[in-house]
């Protein structure tokens, strides 16, 4: 396991399998798909060097060139050791030799960062969403908008009209405060049998189409505040009347939540926009009912948006997460945007699809498998927004069907797999990470010693089989293709589950799988205890991780001290490090 972290912390990739079958039946054989969890943006090693130019691309196929590129210095020539195209060296690169390499061939530099030069910086954007009716009320129905001169229509864009609508928040800091200081709650009453008017699909599509007309292309998120179901307009899950029940997963299974698919409809029209404006959608949901983050699924995931959910948003949790968002330094969430992902491998290799915030940008082209998942059908997907943390679930599909003899085997037995990430960072700047991949084959047919050489090669497939990202895989595939039998949950609660699972690393993934249980005594700081009520002593302290959620559980005898106020009264400097953390415990 040791090994497979290793390479997580080089290159950011986990695979179930790290030594790969041979051929298409083989890999059927194997249940468990050729995959890998992929985490575009995590933080590379210190030692990794940010390189000030474009990279070398090949001009066949388009990869990048690579520490497994074959290079000929005497010609100044290199093969892509994807489509083996052979490639001259452009002039700035004439004074390369084996002793005098550029970064992006050093062998341990697998994954390496381009800063584009010839992409302009473009600042980053925030709007800010709360949805709802403003103070003044409704209007009556006997009122007429409308408007006296219109300008006509104009070509070009305008920097006047953008700032009429948005503006930096040092020019607008004082507007912005007395604003939110003269806030008052609205004054028209909503009847107790009734729930507040809400038009949360409205409020999103002026948001959207705002900044489509001010920010187009540009990082830019709309972060929505929701404190309840939208009852009024395109996008309502639900009507006035509290007599009228929130849909839940039984309806949607019986096709008897009509406004669901209305909704949701207008939501993939949404995220269809976002997309293409390479803009966010995040939405931060506040109440103890829903608020129709089912409805709202495909717009945040497929803009690679953040969601939360919570109680109250006066809970100090939620302010503190939300603090979070805007923080910057070491403890900062790496948020970027417009990014986008491409994927390139070896030919005998074809891309299923993938799982995970991203949308299609519908690139076909032979490495594309007949058979998709997720969003499938492409070579190249469109991420909106994504964090140090975002990942990526690959699918993968071995193409190749005729056997191979053992000498062919040991003169070529590697596959090559390339991810491109072109990203716009927090700074403004426009960074293209580039990850490339080898990973050994191994087949069982065609040699004279057939069944021998089938044992060898499970043991080959044995040893470089990673369970945890064989775990995270086949979660995020069960979860894509179950939507409705689920249980004990609101519609609002699974889509929020989903979501956050397709985005997560494998680390905190397992930990959404299989929770972990740390047991606290007076003879232990901490140490894993089993998922068994044999756990339970009067003497220990439990805390369960979930990731969602955090439970301590105190024994009898613990409790009676906590009750007593031990913790409170004890002077703990000179107690045992393992005391303290108990006595900390106690105050939890």
Request: some cysteine.
């Amino acid at each position: 396991m040791t090994e497979f972290m290793d390479l997580e912390t080089q290159d950011a990739v986990r695979m179930p399998w790290n030594v790969l079958p041979g051929t298409k039946q083989e890999a059927a054989q194997c249940i468990i798909p050729v995959s890998a969890i992929y985490t575009p943006l995590k933080p590379l090693p210190t030692t990794t060097p940010l390189l000030p130019y474009s990279p070398l691309r090949c001009r066949n196929c388009r990869s990048i060139l690579n520490p497994f590129s074959i290079v000929d210095f005497s010609t100044k020539i290199w093969i892509c050791s994807f489509c083996l195209h052979r490639n001259h060296f452009p002039h700035h690169y004439q004074s390369i030799t084996e002793d005098n390499l550029p970064a992006e061939l050093f062998p341990q530099y697998t994954t390496i960062e381009y800063e584009l030069q010839n992409e302009r910086n473009r600042p980053r954007l925030w709007l800010r969403l709360r949805s709802g009716f403003g103070a003044d009320g409704f209007l009556s129905e006997e009122g007429e908008v409308g408007y006296e001169w219109c300008s006509g229509a104009r070509d070009g864009h305008l920097q006047d009209n953008v700032s009429r609508f948005l503006l930096p928040a040092a020019d607008c800091e004082f507007a912005l405060n007395s604003v939110l200081d003269e806030l008052q709650k609205d004054s028209w009453p909503v009847p107790g049998d009734q729930r507040a008017p809400r038009c949360t699909g409205t409020a999103l599509t002026v948001a959207a189409h705002l900044l489509g007309a001010c920010v187009p292309g540009s990082g830019a998120r709309i972060m929505a505040f929701l404190g309840g179901p939208s009852t009024e307009g395109p996008g309502c899950i639900v009507s006035k009347s509290l007599s009228e029940p929130i849909r839940s997963h039984k309806d949607l299974d019986k096709d008897s939540a009509p406004l669901y698919h209305k909704a949701v409809k207008l939501y993939e029209g949404l995220s269809k926009q976002l997309v293409h404006q390479g803009h966010v959608l995040d939405v931060f949901a506040c109440a103890l009912d829903q608020v129709g983050v089912a409805e709202l699924k495909i717009a945040v995931e497929r803009t690679g948006g953040l969601v939360v959910l919570a109680e109250s948003f006066g809970h100090s949790v939620f302010k503190d997460s939300l603090l979070c968002v805007f923080q910057s330094g070491d403890n900062e969430l790496g948020l970027s945007s417009n990014g986008m992902f491409e994927i390139t491998c070896s030919k005998d290799v074809k891309i299923q699809g993938v799982i995970g915030p991203c949308a299609s940008l519908e690139k076909k082209g032979p490495l594309c498998s007949d058979t998709s998942i997720g969003q499938g059908g492409t070579t190249a997907w469109k991420i909106c927004g994504l964090d140090k943390s975002t990942s990526l679930c690959l699918i993968f599909d071995i193409s190749k069907k005729e056997i191979i003899d053992v000498t062919g085997q040991a003169a070529n037995n590697q596959f090559y797999f390339q991810f491109l990430t072109c990203y716009q960072n927090s700074s403004g700047q426009m960074r293209l990470r580039a990850t490339t991949l080898s990973r050994r084959w191994v087949t069982g047919q065609g040699s004279i010693q057939a069944s021998l050489s089938v044992n060898f090669r499970n043991l080959d497939l044995t040893a470089g089989f990673d369970q945890e990202a064989a775990a995270v895989v086949m979660a995020r595939q069960v979860s894509f293709k179950m939507e409705t039998e689920v249980f004990n949950n609101s519609p609002d609660e699974t889509a929020y589950f989903r979501m956050v699972l397709n985005r997560e690393n494998v680390v905190n993934s397992v930990v959404m799988i299989q929770p972990s249980l740390i047991s606290y005594t007076f003879n232990s700081g901490g140490e894993p205890a089993l998922l068994d009520v044999a756990s339970i002593t009067p003497d220990r302290i439990l805390l369960l991780d979930s990731y969602f959620t955090v439970v301590v559980f105190h024994g009898s005898t613990i409790a009676q001290w906590r009750k007593a106020g031990y913790q409170m009264s004890l002077n703990t400097r000179h107690l045992p490090s393992c005391y303290k953390l108990l006595f900390m415990m106690l105050t939890l």
